[in-house]
């Protein structure tokens, strides 16, 4: 092999800093918001530090260099987040007595102030979910705007506001039994929970909506120097908001007298604390049976998957999928299971 070049050790310099950065990630779900706000902004760049470490890897094996090893074992050390970011699996549907299937999807208000350039994108969110017939339905940002579906006898919404009432539901083909709300100290978000009851058992399906990042994606980008200290504050005040708001559901899940499935759009990604602390004796649902990116949000060029459903672990999931509908500024997701 020929020596490297003077730029490709420039390349190898920027790949070390990269694979650096890397390990250094692996470590910020570790530390609490409300210890250092700015560890849970710094996670939001991992899925970008991953990608690059994946194609300099793939580069220097095109060039026959043993530089690629560099990435490679970075990789292999944080295989977890790796699988967090990317992932292939054996995945497939299957009918069985024991199964049921659950969608969350953030609806963003079923476009009512047109961000979309689409029309009757609640016709379609409605074609959409009656097409993929889920057991359990779980819509983040929804308005009750007559939004019936046909086959989901079963219903509980928790919506808020003056003017303009919306929040989180949950639709259900099978009874529930007990219904609940954890109000947050926030005007837009809350978690809600059913007890649906399946054959002979009762599950807890918990719909939750973190609080949510407190301004426009396009703003942030086109005034970036300019704000870039604000938008730092703003995103540190979300974190610590949000580590509140998982504290006060974990010790609603305490309380769960069934087994438990948490769904919804956290507003954080799989590096971060949030999830760290939500996922914790549970299993992630595309870790287990997704394949691709698994990508719910694109925030402007950083690739976001920031909607979950997690299971208790005595839940085998057997089917994970993200759509890519462009309906929202989410996608929905769905996974099957069987207990």
């Known amino acids: ?80 987040s790796l699988k967090s970011f990317v992932n292939f699996s054996n995945n497939s549907k299957f009918i069985a007595d024991n199964e049921f299937s659950i969608i969350s999807y953030n609806v963003r208000l079923f476009n009512l102030y047109n961000w979309i350039e689409k029309d009757n994108i609640t016709i379609k969110i409605k074609e959409f979910l009656k097409n993929k017939n889920a057991d359990i339905i779980c819509l983040q940002e929804y308005q009750n705007t007559n939004f019936n579906l046909d086959n989901y006898e079963y219903q509980y919404e928790k919506l808020r506001g003056d003017n303009l009432k919306y929040g989180q539901a949950i639709f259900s083909k099978y009874p529930i039994v007990n219904k609940g709300s954890i109000d947050f100290n926030s005007p837009s978000n809350n978690a809600i929970f059913s007890d649906i009851k399946i054959s002979n058992d009762t599950i807890r399906i918990y719909n939750i909506h973190l609080e949510s990042f407190s301004f426009e994606k396009e703003i942030e980008l086109s005034e970036l120097n300019k704000n870039n200290e604000k938008i730092m504050n703003d995103l540190s005040k979300t974190f610590i908001i949000q580590q509140k708001q998982v504290e006060l559901i974990k010790k609603s899940i305490k309380k769960s007298p069934y087994k438990v499935i948490l769904s919804g759009d956290f507003n954080n990604t799989a590096f971060s604390y949030i999830y760290k602390e939500l996922s914790r004796d549970f299993n992630d649902s595309f870790k287990e049976k997704g394949n691709g990116f698994g990508i719910t949000f694109n925030y402007n060029f950083i690739p976001l998957r920031i909607d979950f459903i997690l299971s208790d672990k005595v839940f085998k999931i057997n089917y994970f999928k993200t759509y890519n509908i462009n309906l929202s500024d989410h996608e929905p997701i769905f996974s099957q299971f069987t207990y």
């Open 1 to 80: 092999m020929k020596k490297l070049s003077f730029f490709e050790k420039f390349l190898f310099l920027v790949n070390t800093l990269l694979a650096f950065s890397f390990l250094i990630s692996l470590g910020l779900p570790y530390v609490k918001p409300t210890l250092f706000s700015y560890s849970s902004i710094f996670s939001l760049f991992t899925p970008i530090i991953i990608s690059l470490n994946i194609l300099f890897m793939f580069f220097w094996i095109a060039k026959l260099k043993k530089q690629f090893m560099l990435s490679l074992i970075v990789l292999i050390l944080g295989n977890d």
